[in-house]
């Protein structure tokens, strides 16, 4: 239920969040790099977003070593309607080259 998600998001888990979303999944490897976060911290926060509802993790069906995370529907309604998306205003990252669904890069 959208109206259940826990809006108290600090500026890097909004970032996290735009960039999963964009992406559509993202390791979680790749997440703490682009963060330039220890694999440890990464999943901390992660942690917090599967808890509030935000994001969902996925192991890889062929290497079960690898974690992806994804931004759920409900979540992405949400996000929608927070963060102005879907109108093409973005969050800046920084310096990550996770590009956007249609080619572009942020």
Same mark, same amino acid.
């Given at each position: 239920?959208?109206?259940? *998600?826990?809006? #108290? ?25 682009? *963060? ?9 926060? $992660? ?12 192991? #890889? ?14 979540? $992405? ?24 669904? #249609?080619?572009?890069?942020?």
């Amino acid at each position: 239920n959208p109206s259940s *998600f826990d809006h #108290d998001l600090t500026i890097l888990q909004m970032q996290v969040l735009h960039v999963v979303r964009a992406k559509g999944k993202v390791m979680m490897r790749e997440l703490a790099e682009a *963060f330039h976060m220890t694999p440890a911290a990464a999943s901390l926060l $992660a942690d917090r977003l599967v808890a509030a509802g935000w994001i969902q993790r996925h192991t #890889d069906e062929q290497d079960r070593r690898v974690t992806y995370v994804s931004v759920p529907a409900p979540a $992405a309604r949400k996000m929608e309607k927070m963060f102005c998306t879907g109108t093409g205003v973005r969050i800046p990252v920084g310096r990550s080259t996770f590009p956007y669904r #249609d080619g572009t890069k942020h």
